[in-house]
């Protein structure tokens, strides 16, 4: 599967677009659940979706941002609740990023990057073994793939797809705090920004009505206002009904995707961002 691939568009897309711009920052939610095309109609700038998979951890999603901002730009970050309130990086799939794109190794911490080059590797080796010996042959995912994104680094291979017969609508428990991970991520991010005159706002996912966690996403919304983070939206008017995702609680079906895009710019215009051209 070389959806990770992904990665190299979306990053060529970053450096290439001038500023102002705006940049979708969180993981495989963003890339299900967001029209970038809708947006840039709405905010008259363009749009790169930045999206992957929650599991390559805020730093990465951070530091891939970090350099790439000038004035006037919009960051929207969109993290999964699970990104909150830990390190979300897990070994394998920062292995599978670095095997499909090698650069990504820069956006991963200095002590990672021995074991993760090493590691993808043997992933690399391993798998040119088994194909020789006919062991394993290439196979494509009608959804999971790197052509199933767009220009903008938006998914859109499930669109039109009917919603998952056994999709589990189960989420990791959430704490209501904010990690030491997450923090720094992002206030390194917002650091940037400051210095280079872009900005830095946060909003909640767009998860499954069954699976919000309320209680911890109110203890959430206090402490981010509490680090002066500037956060847009509310929680409970972000989540969505089951029937609207697609395959997981943060993978939104085409109708999901279209309401929860409604909503970010209808919370981009109340925070005061809007199109200036007639």
Not at 72 to 88: A, I, Q
Not at 133 to 144: G, L, Q
Not at 228 to 233: H, L, N, Q, S
Request: net charge negative; aromatic share 6%.
């Amino acid at each position: 599967v070389d959806y990770l691939g992904a990665l190299r568009a979306k990053e060529q897309r970053l450096a290439a677009l001038g500023s102002p711009k705006l940049v979708v920052v969180g993981g495989s939610h963003a890339a299900f659940s967001i029209d970038s095309r809708e947006l840039e109609r709405a905010t008259c700038n363009p749009v790169v979706n930045m999206g992957v998979h929650a599991s390559l951890g805020s730093r990465f999603m951070a530091e891939e941002v970090i350099g790439h901002l000038g004035e006037g730009d919009l960051v929207v970050v969109v993290p999964e609740y699970t990104l909150f309130d830990r390190e979300e990086a897990i070994d394998d799939v920062l292995y599978q990023a670095v095997d499909r794109y090698p650069p990504a190794l820069r956006h991963m911490a200095w002590w990672q990057r021995p074991k993760v080059g090493a590691s993808a590797l043997v992933m690399r080796w391993r798998a040119l073994v088994r194909r020789a010996t006919r062991r394993e042959s290439p196979s494509a995912d009608s959804v999971y793939r790197m052509s199933g994104f767009n220009e903008r680094g938006d998914l859109i291979s499930h669109l039109g797809m009917p919603r998952k017969a056994d999709a589990e609508m189960k989420h990791a428990a959430v704490s209501g705090e904010l990690s030491p991970d997450f923090m720094q991520a992002i206030n390194r991010l917002r650091a940037a920004a400051e210095a280079t005159g872009a900005r830095v706002v946060l909003t909640w996912p767009g998860v499954a009505a069954s699976v919000y966690p309320a209680e911890k996403a109110d203890m959430l919304h206090q402490a981010l206002k509490a680090e002066g983070i500037e956060v847009i939206g509310d929680p409970v008017a972000c989540s969505v009904p089951d029937s609207l995702t697609f395959d997981t609680p943060y993978h939104l079906s085409a109708e999901g995707r279209r309401l929860r895009t409604s909503r970010l710019i209808n919370d981009l215009r109340a925070a005061g961002v809007e199109c200036d051209e007639p």
